[in-house]
Every structure is written in structure tokens, then in C-alpha cells.
């Protein structure tokens, strides 16, 4: 049996049908369902059981896995109370980890970009301690993040036991079907589809640093197939072990997201611009890019794809369709 924290969630959903589409029907989810229709997002799924977080850790004592996908976290970057983030992104992480390396099962995990900060240190996924060390991030999410990869790089660093295998994605600006419970944290594309579609104006963030223009804002795009693909080749490539960036290592802006959907519907663009927020001004990044380079020379190729191609895919084949869900 596999087991898929998060499994009801934007990337664990798309995990889980990936895993079905190659034959296992003996995936376990562990996910809050809610009362927001995230139910939806399995819909079409098989499934061997669904286990409630609270009830996780008596649900693994005495069971065999062949691995755990650990995606389940608390993932607004808005988020206040840092008790609840701790306790969820955190030390839920660190139970998992004990138990993976107790029972000699691989784990692999979900870490964030956010964990980068504003970018001052760069984007490259450097797992030593002392790299480690350096980042900033800006946000109560990004933090617990940072606070996980800090204790399985120590642990790797002292040569203490881990998993057999053990994997940490820094995952970038992910987007793709299943992501429509998410709120505000759905990806840009996602929430101003309706009014593309519409023909309504399209409202995109002015910029507030010198140099940079209106919808300039560039971020490392990349869609929810790309990451499936990675984690499903971690899981058939157990010798492979370590911190890595999952990006497609090309920043687009916002405006080339939004104009990729206007061009996969074949209309003409009606795009305006509004100030930020004050009060993400502060904590906004106005640039991420990843560096894939230990994940090829760990040998991945199985290549992403181009923003225009994955935002036709997503338009044409999910948010323009009368069923969205995968």
C-alpha cells in the first residue's frame, strides 16, 4: 500500500490519479474533507482507505508501506496562527519521518519555494546545513518548511539513519486541475479564468520596485503534470535520496500567464492593472526561478513543459470543460 498525505488536496488528487492510471488501487489518502466539496477532487479515484490526520499515526503502528508521499500541510502563505502551522507542517513531518526511518519506508515530502525568501541567497537547492542556514523565508508557511529541510539536512549531514529513501521537493509556482477549493491560494490562472473566459476585465497587480513593470511580477510556473512526473519517477528510482527544486527553470510574468489563457481561447486581451495590497507588500516575491541542476545530474529528464503548451492543456482540457476535476 502507498500512502498519500494531502491526498484530497491540489497536488496529492493529481498524485493519487496518476498512481490509479498506472494500475495501484492500494493508495490510502489521509486528508480533511471538509465541507467544501474537496471530495471532488477524488471523485474519480480508487481507493484503499481515507484516514483523518488526527488518527494517522495509530492508523501506521504495525502497517507495511511501500512508501508515503507526505504533501498534507497547512499551505496558505497567509497563514497567522504559528502554533497550527508548527504543529501540522512541522512536527506531523518529524512523526513521519521516525516512523519512515523505523520502518524502512521511503518518504517523499513537499517543501515550497517559499522557503527561498525574497530571493537574495538565489534558488539553488544546496541541501548542506551551512546553505541552508542562509535562507529567509517571509512567511509563517515558508518557515516550517525551512524548519523541516533544516532537520532531515542535519540528520543527513551527522550520517544519522533516515528512510531508506528520503526526498524533499521544492515545489514552485504549481498550478493545474483540482486546485479549485484552494481559496485565495489558487494559481492566478485559476482564479481569473471566469472573467477571461467572460470577456470581463482581467485585474493583475501593479508593480511597487523601480525597474520592474505592471504585471512584470515573474515567477517559475510550472504545471501539476511536471511535479506528478517527478515524484512517480522518485518513487520507481529508489537509489535517489535529497533536498531538490522542482521548477521548470524559466520565470514567466503574470502577464504571459494571463495572455497564454487569452491565446488558448483564441480572444483578445482586456487586461488592467491595481495596486497591491498593503499588506502583502512587504512579503510579496517579485521573482522565482528554480535551478534544476541536482535533479538532472540525479537523473531526471524527463523534461516540463512550456508555459503556453501547459496553459493550453489546463484551459482546453479542465477549466473550460464542463467537468474541471480530473
Known amino acids: 500500500m502507498l500512502l498519500v498525505t494531502g491526498g484530497a488536496g491540489f497536488i496529492g488528487s493529481n498524485v493519487v490519479a496518476a498512481l490509479n492510471d498506472a494500475g495501484r488501487a492500494d493508495v490510502a489518502v489521509c486528508d480533511v474533507l471538509g465541507h467544501d466539496g474537496k471530495w471532488k477532487n477524488l471523485a474519480k479515484r480508487q481507493l484503499a482507505d481515507v ?12 502497517r507495511r508501506l511501500d512508501a508515503i508521499i507526505h504533501l498534507g ?24 519521518l521516525d516512523w519512515c526511518t523505523a520502518n524502512n519506508v521511503p518518504l ?65 509556482n504549481v498550478f493545474g486541475p483540482n ?32 525597474g520592474i513593470a505592471d504585471g512584470d511580477q515573474r515567477r517559475d510556473f510550472i504545471y501539476v503534470d511536471d511535479v506528478v512526473r517527478v515524484m512517480t519517477w522518485l518513487l520507481a528510482t529508489p537509489s535517489v535520496s535529497g533536498l531538490f527544486n522542482v521548477g ?26 491595481i495596486d497591491m495590497p498593503e499588506s502583502i507588500r512587504g512579503s510579496y516575491q517579485y521573482f522565482t526561478e528554480s535551478e534544476g541542476d541536482r535533479l538532472r545530474a540525479a537523473g531526471y529528464n524527463g523534461g516540463f513543459t512550456a508555459l503556453e503548451d501547459a496553459v493550453k492543456l489546463y484551459v482546453n482540457g479542465f477549466l473550460d470543460a464542463a467537468d474541471r476535476f480530473r
Open 51 to 62: 484516514v483523518p490526520p488526527a488518527e494517522l499515526m495509530g492508523w501506521l503502528h504495525g
Open 73 to 96: 500541510a497547512i499551505s496558505e502563505t497567509t497563514a497567522t496562527d504559528g502554533d497550527l502551522v508548527i504543529e501540522t507542517n512541522f512536527r506531523l513531518s518529524m512523526r513521519l
Open 108 to 172: 517523499i515530502y513537499a517543501s515550497s519555494a517559499s522557503t527561498y525568501g525574497d530571493g537574495a541567497q538565489g534558488f539553488k537547492d544546496d541541501q548542506s546545513v551551512a546553505a541552508l542556514k542562509q535562507l529567509r523565508p517571509m512567511n509563517l508557511y515558508g518557515w516550517s518548511k525551512h524548519l523541516f529541510d533544516l532537520a532531515v539536512a542535519e540528520r543527513a549531514a551527522r550520517g544519522d539513519r533516515l528512510p531508506p529513501q528520503w526526498a524533499g521537493l521544492k515545489f514552485f
Open 179 to 210: 486546485e479549485y477549493h484552494k481559496g485565495s491560494m489558487m494559481s492566478v490562472l485559476c482564479k481569473r479564468f471566469d472573467d477571461v473566459k467572460s470577456g470581463r476585465v482581467v485585474q493583475l497587480f501593479k508593480s511597487h520596485r523601480d
Open 248 to 273: 521548470t527553470g524559466h520565470a514567466r510574468s503574470f502577464r504571459d500567464l494571463i495572455l497564454s489563457a487569452y491565446a488558448a481561447l483564441g480572444s483578445k486581451p482586456n487586461i488592467e492593472y
